[in-house]
């Protein structure tokens, strides 16, 4: 069995696969505190909870967009596994071509969802992924007739709706803190709805907008595959969001794996 590991700035996504089959999924806290072993007894814990013996994981993969954690994750590891993970970053086979002006500058887990979304949606029309996290990523992958493999063309980056709204209330002196919900109404009638309407009407507009703006240069249709924490929030809301896949990262991480293996 392969296990994944997507680490990211508020949480560690971690799954284990038996072939392509998902076997468990579990989320951690991303802390750049813990120690490898405060990290290893957590997910030995998580596999005996679930009655999976730890020796049946043959390989590792991570990605990661904060690398004061890295060398952790990768001493936990070696020390609980007794393996050592494999990283994606430059000199790992993808299987996709990446058409960034510098592929060093690309994040390895937008490269994880770039690869997924091209083997699971892509072939027909151009795949555009939104990743709602921390920050909010997009990407678009279409095949190169050339190669006839995928090709990542890049994309847009901008801050997640959590983190956008507390910037707002850290930024400001009488605005209150407040839940992200879905309003029922556009015009609030308090300052707790004003705050989520705006909030919550204003980032589905966003997305919106980038979608559209994507498409109009791509010369046509896409399908467009969401995923991360706030995904189901936006795609209630949301007109252009197509699929909804919240393991795209690891699916991601999984494929990138088996074309590196040997």
Request: aromatic share 8%; proline share 3%; net charge negative.
């Amino acid at each position: 069995m392969i296990l994944t590991l997507d680490i990211g700035n508020t949480n560690i996504k971690t799954a284990l696969f038996d072939g392509e089959e998902m076997v468990k999924y579990w989320r951690l806290s991303t802390s750049i505190t813990n120690t490898s072993d405060e990290y290893g007894i957590t997910i030995m814990s998580l596999f005996r909870h679930e009655g999976i013996d730890p020796k049946a994981v043959e390989g590792i993969v991570m990605s990661s967009v904060v690398p004061t954690v890295n060398f952790t994750i990768e001493h936990m590891c070696l020390n609980y596994f007794g393996i050592s993970p494999m990283v994606i970053g430059p000199g790992v086979k993808t299987g996709i071509n990446i058409r960034y002006e510098n592929p060093r500058e690309l994040g390895s887990d937008r490269i994880a969802n770039a690869v997924a979304a091209y083997d699971e949606y892509g072939g027909d029309k151009p795949v555009i992924f939104i990743d709602f996290g921390t920050a909010t990523t997009f990407g678009v992958v279409d095949r190169d007739e050339k190669s006839g493999t995928g090709a990542f063309l890049g994309g847009a980056i901008f801050p997640g709706i959590k983190l956008a709204s507390e910037a707002l209330t850290s930024g400001t002196a009488k605005l209150p803190r407040f839940a992200l919900a879905k309003p029922e109404h556009a015009i609030g009638r308090t300052t707790l709805t004003n705050l989520q309407s705006g909030m919550y009407y204003g980032y589905v507009g966003m997305v919106t907008n980038l979608v559209q703006k994507m498409k109009v240069e791509l010369g046509g249709d896409a399908l467009v595959v969401a995923t991360g924490g706030m995904a189901v929030l936006i795609a209630e809301e949301s007109k252009v969001i197509d699929k909804l896949d919240g393991l795209l990262t690891l699916k991601g991480l999984r494929l990138i794996y088996e074309r590196n293996r040997a």
